[in-house]
């Protein structure tokens, strides 16, 4: 039989002992002790910004306080239930399948599932369960925030202001509820509300003000001890006497009775504790999850699988190409243009001076590779080459082609004037160059032409230098010397993007908060982004491999190094996964932790010799370059694609061994960031 002694002993499932929280200056608690007894509904009230939420955390464990302690009946993560204020829902999952994943966080069987979506359906007064939480009013997604948290029928249940934004018979339904859970269940219910007058329902509520609680006691009792006739006019005498006072005490909610402190299994910060302890099950439910959403958001979809497509498409056209674009303007006083096409030249030039026309020979030659502008004026020529897209004009005087003829044979009395006259636009070098060399190539030609016509041997003319292949790969363009540091950069900065967007996204919006308040760890939504990242690798590898060496037919050696390209690319994958891991913990920005990636990205290719050879920076600079991922791996790639550089080549298990060393230093951080700064997930 119970005495009536012990019938008189509370047992708590909160206790907050003389508990301390500042924000910088800012004391937010301030010495404040607080006793929610088990089996009850707690209101706990307060003006905006007083610091309940903050209470509630520091409950949770998932803020530490400054001293003092909190002692929580409670076993595990699993015991407690916590809405917190912000919804923290993932828009891209329907209702049906954010409360399965809740479940299924908390290891629920299918059907228990299957049975407790419909309770909570018809308790909460859910809508359609297939309707996208994106699709969701205010209220209806803040019913569906409350069906998570009582979705595995918690011991603690912890409100944050479930009732914002519900009209008042839902409110009525959700009290009764409460009242149900107590009554049945003897769970123990913390709510924070604004609507002061529905908290009469509770067992007790608290008044908190300035940091500590001023009032503390059975609704009724309030307001009968303040001679009021509701709560709210009972706390507005009671913060108006506070004022004038200045005096703040805390007295406790049940005075004459004694008070057993539950003995302290876990407190806050054992509760949600950092941990690097992994579980296999949640591990696949947050894959699952995470797939789903992926695959119903169409524009991450489009980046992850398209833009490597459109990439490499780009990277393959646009660089290295031959300029056949180029405009050249010209005048030649010498013939018009258009008699050219019917000048060939016939039998040997130097016996039949008169009829030949060089002139029109070099044009030709020209013509193949420029677009030519016919220029009759010029004087207009400075103008020409100002306002048109011309990247030079050139002129023949009238006497051309008999002064290059006694160049050859009376080299003398050549007559300089008679030269052909080119005027150069020097804003691009790289336009110069190529005009330089084909000026020279076509001189060359057309003076081939001129000895084979008679019967001379146009070797007379060439330098004395014979050129030889002796190792390596033929390569066509420049695009072929550098294609893989392009998709050397492309494997770095996909999986970098993924794994920054969706870390920072589920961050910002509360998901991985509200998943870690269901027991899931941060190395659990490390591993499971890191399973998905590996399958989208595989497919970010193979595009640009297909698409530059099968479909562009880029020239490659095949040799047993390929093993080792295929290697260097995982490792670079794996790094740009762990540095959006770090980007996305260390910022609190969605859009700027994106641009800082990008910028990097952008300067790492450049650094790397994507835009030019690595050989042309100055020393430091080059052993910066050097210690850029993309730089290690797309040089050694490049070298075994176009040297045929193996396995047993130093260089290669040199870079291997670079990259192995920069993913156990990534994840050394991403470890120490998961195990040491639990904050630094949790948005702020
Ligand atoms: N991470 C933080 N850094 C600095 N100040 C903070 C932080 N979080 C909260 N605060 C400050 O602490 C105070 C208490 O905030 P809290 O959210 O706990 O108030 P609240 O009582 O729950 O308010 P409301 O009823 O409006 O939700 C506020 O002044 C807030 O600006």
């Known amino acids: 039989m119970i005495s009536e002694e012990e019938n008189n002993i509370v ?100 059907k228990n599932i299957v049975t407790r979506i419909k309770e909570l359906k018809n308790i909460l007064s859910l809508p359609d369960l297939d309707t996208y939480i994106e699709n969701l009013s205010g209220g209806q997604s803040r019913r569906v925030s409350l069906g998570i948290t009582l979705f595995h029928d918690p011991e603690v249940v912890i409100l944050d202001e479930p009732t914002v934004g519900l009209d008042s018979l839902l409110r009525e339904q959700i009290w009764v509820e409460f009242r149900k859970m107590v009554e049945q269940h003897k769970t123990t219910i913390i709510i924070t509300t604004h609507y002061i007058e529905e908290a009469n329902q509770a067992n007790c509520v608290g008044l908190m003000r300035n940091g500590v609680l001023v009032e503390e006691g059975l609704p009724r009792d309030i307001i009968a001890n303040n001679h009021s006739n509701s709560l709210e006019s009972a706390f507005l005498k009671i913060c108006y006497k506070r004022q004038e006072d200045n005096l703040i005490h805390n007295e406790h909610c049940v005075q004459n009775r004694e008070v057993i402190t539950t003995e302290a299994k876990h407190n806050n910060n054992k509760l ?7 579980d296999l099950d949640r591990i696949k439910v947050l894959i699952k999850k995470n797939v789903r959403t992926m695959f119903r958001d169409y524009a991450f979809l489009f980046t992850m699988l398209i833009l ?50 060089i002139s029109c ?4 030659h020209l013509a193949s590779l420029y677009t030519l502008n ?21 002129h023949f005087p009238k006497n051309y082609s008999i002064q290059f003829f006694k160049f050859f044979d009376d080299h003398e009395n050549y007559n300089i004037e008679s030269q052909v006259s080119v005027n150069l636009t020097k804003y691009n070098s790289l336009y110069t160059n190529r005009l330089l060399i ?8 057309v003076a081939e032409n001129i000895l084979n016509s008679c019967s001379k041997n146009p070797r007379a003319l060439s330098i004395p230098v014979k050129l030889t292949v002796v190792s390596g790969v033929d390569v066509k363009s420049y695009t072929d010397c550098i294609i893989s540091i392009f998709i050397v950069m492309g494997t770095f900065y996909f999986p970098c993007i993924f794994s920054l967007t969706i870390t920072l996204t589920d961050k910002m919006e509360g998901i991985i908060s509200r998943s870690m308040f269901s027991g899931v760890t941060i190395a659990e939504v490390v591993m499971s982004l890191f399973c998905i990242m590996n399958v989208l690798l595989i497919l970010q590898m193979a595009i640009p491999l297909f698409m530059a060496y099968v479909l562009y037919g880029r020239p490659i050696i095949i040799t047993n190094g390929l093993v080792a390209y295929t290697v260097l690319m995982i490792l670079v994958g794996w790094t740009g996964f762990f540095f959006g891991i770090i980007s996305a913990c260390i910022s609190s920005s969605t859009l700027a932790a994106i641009y800082a990636v990008n910028g990097f990205n952008f300067c790492q290719a450049i650094l790397a010799g994507a835009a030019w050879p690595v050989e042309g920076q100055f020393p430091l600079l080059q052993f910066v370059s050097e210690l850029c991922p993309i730089r290690i791996a797309g040089n050694i790639m490049n070298n075994i694609s176009l040297r045929g550089w193996t396995w047993e080549h130093p260089m290669v298990v040199a870079s291997i061994l670079k990259m192995l060393i920069y993913n156990v230093m990534l994840s050394l951080i991403v470890f120490i960031l998961v195990k040491f700064k639990k904050d630094a997930w949790i948005k702020k």
């Open 272 to 278: 949600m504790k950092s941990s690097t302890n992994m």
């Open 11 to 110: 047992h708590y499932d909160v206790k907050v002992i003389n508990a301390y929280k500042s924000y910088g200056v800012n004391k937010i608690i301030n010495g404040l002790n607080m006793n929610v007894a088990s089996g009850s509904i707690y209101g706990l009230l307060g003006p905006s910004g007083c610091g309940k939420s903050t209470l509630l955390q520091c409950i949770l464990g998932s803020i530490a306080l400054d001293s003092g302690s909190i002692n929580l009946k409670v076993q595990s993560l699993s015991d407690v239930g916590y809405m917190p204020q912000d919804l923290c829902l993932d828009g891209k999952l329907n209702i049906k399948e954010t409360l399965a994943y809740y479940g299924a966080l908390h290891k629920m069987s299918e």
């Open 374 to 394: 016919d220029m009759k004026d010029r004087n207009i020529d400075e103008l020409i080459l100002k306002k048109s897209n011309n990247i030079a004009f050139i």
């Open 361 to 364: 020979d070099i044009l030709n």
């Open 308 to 357: 490597p497509i459109i990439q490499t498409f780009a990277i393959c056209n646009a660089i290295g190409t031959n300029i056949n674009d180029l405009a050249i303007a010209f005048q030649n006083d010498e013939i018009d243009f258009s008699d050219c096409r019917r000048n060939n030249i016939d039998g040997c030039v130097f016996n039949n001076k008169n009829n030949q026309t």
């Open 438 to 445: 084909d000026l020279t190539n076509t001189m060359n030609h």
